[in-house]
């Protein structure tokens, strides 16, 4: 995480955080060596839950673990040229990254259906979002064989929101035109709404 305190955003706040952005990079170190898998994650709680294919590599390795996920979102490039002085400046990159340490528990095929359905309901497109209840049992049963939930109980968290507090309210608002015009909404929008 980034060095400076004026990036540092409240810990509570991190989860949401975390749900929001939802596709985290899990690392685990096994005996077969690291590992890394890549899985949406949603909120429970204090907790997070993800599942993973049962052939994914990482999966018999799961179960107890110790697991790092990483999540990063919006982000991008910071022109020297959208600052008031550009010849002050330098290239930076803006950025919300999240690291969460915790210990990986494997679900009961209850637990990850309430996954799956947080899931869906959380990014499904309105006004007719899908809902497992329009998929037939069969394929909702073969699903579930393929597949494993897991919940990590989340022991440590980090961020950095790089947002660039660390300008004045001229600066920021030549960023944020600079990301809109790049067509970067995603970070302009993060950094209008983030307290300065």
Do not use: C
Not at 84 to 113: C, K, M, S
Not at 115 to 130: G, N, S
Request: hydrophobic letters at 45%; zero cysteines; proline letters at 8%.
């Amino acid at each position: 995480m980034h060095p400076n305190p004026a990036f540092r955003p409240d810990a509570a706040a991190l989860l949401d955080h975390a749900a929001r952005i939802a596709f985290a990079h899990l690392f685990v170190a096994t005996p077969a060596g690291s590992m890394v898998a890549h899985a949406p994650l949603t909120r429970h709680g204090e907790r997070l839950r993800f599942h993973l294919a049962r052939a994914n590599r990482l999966h018999p390795h799961l179960d107890g673990a110790a697991v790092l996920a990483s999540l990063a979102a919006p982000e991008g490039y910071v022109s020297p040229n959208w600052y008031a002085r550009p010849g002050n400046q330098v290239p930076t990159w803006n950025y919300l990254a999240i690291e969460i340490e915790g210990v990986a528990r494997a679900l009961p095929e209850a637990a990850l259906l309430e996954q799956l359905d947080t899931l869906a309901d959380a990014h499904e497109p309105r006004p007719h979002p899908w809902t497992r209840a329009k998929a037939d049992s069969a394929t909702i049963a073969a699903m579930l064989r393929a597949i494993q939930g897991f919940e990590i109980e989340v022991t440590t968290i980090r961020g950095t929101a790089k947002l660039s507090q660390n300008k004045n309210a001229e600066d920021r608002a030549g960023v944020i035109a600079g990301l809109q015009a790049q067509g970067n909404h995603a970070l302009a929008g993060a950094m209008a709404d983030w307290p300065s």
